[in-house]
């Protein structure tokens, strides 16, 4: 399920904001990028995110900014001297000018600064730690938000299957006289054709059973009743919607190649493209 989270907090003269997001996966696959200062605290971290979030594709990041006159960057100066030499020498050896402007070169030059490295507070990680929880419960809340308007999305399309289904009803009906009709036809325009009436009558309601579909409607009509019993359990049920969203489809397929009747079949394509909607929504559930 898609989301997102972010918090800050300043301690001491840095500023430290937290991201975190989420998107579709079937399983939970973290990514996280820290300042090298909180890389051991890293496991924590994910340990704490594999608690509250269940499914999805989760990254998130800590973005350290120094706020004070302070900083520990510094100047590496036995390596700047060291360029400052190699310069000077291949300024003569190669009859070369030396640079007017010396530091917008050496200061180029890889490793002319260093980081000093600082030995991570408790109190500090405590309130680091903290702000990284409220990201977490933000990106929750947006989750919950948007689980909301799903089962409002959810309960409207199953609404109007289970509406399409009761529309079926009377074609059936007329259906199942055309064949009669069309059958009865086709043997009268049969001239010197002799046959049995009862055995006629026997392939007849064999013929006009494998096309009568209320096994599938009322299969149908109770996988669209346990879609809405579902949602209303509470914990994950996403993996659980899709499957019984599976077996709604089978059921749609099934009367889509028994309806042999026009009308019908424009229904059970409505109640694909209903189903469709259901499917690519069902992603983002829990």
Known sequence: MTGFGKSTCTVGTKKITIEIKSL?????????????????????????????????????????ENIGSETNLQLNEPVIQTYCKQITEISKNLNIPLPTDWFSILLRLPEATKNESQELDELEWGQVYGAFKQAVDALVDFRVKEGASLRRVFEEKIANIRA?????????????????????????????????KNRFEQELIYYIEKLDVNEEKNRLAQHLKYFEETMDVEGSCGKKLGFIAQEIGRE???????????????????MKDELEQIKEQVLNVL
Not at 168 to 194: G, H
Request: hydrophobic share 35%.
């Open 164 to 196: 399409l289904l009761v529309e079926i009803d009377p074609y059936e009906k007329e259906r199942i006289e055309k064949v009669k009709a069309r059958i009865m036809d086709n043997l009268s325009s049969l001239e010197d054709v002799n046959f049995d």
């Open 24 to 64: 579709n996966s079937k399983q939970l696959d973290l990514s996280s990028r820290v300042p090298s200062m909180y890389r051991e605290k890293d496991l924590e971290l994910r340990n704490l995110v594999s608690q509250r979030l269940e499914r999805g594709k989760v990254d998130f990041c800590l973005y350290v």
């Open 252 to 270: 749609i397929n099934t009367l889509g190649s028994k309806s042999n009747h026009s009308e019908m079949q424009k229904i059970v394509v409505k």
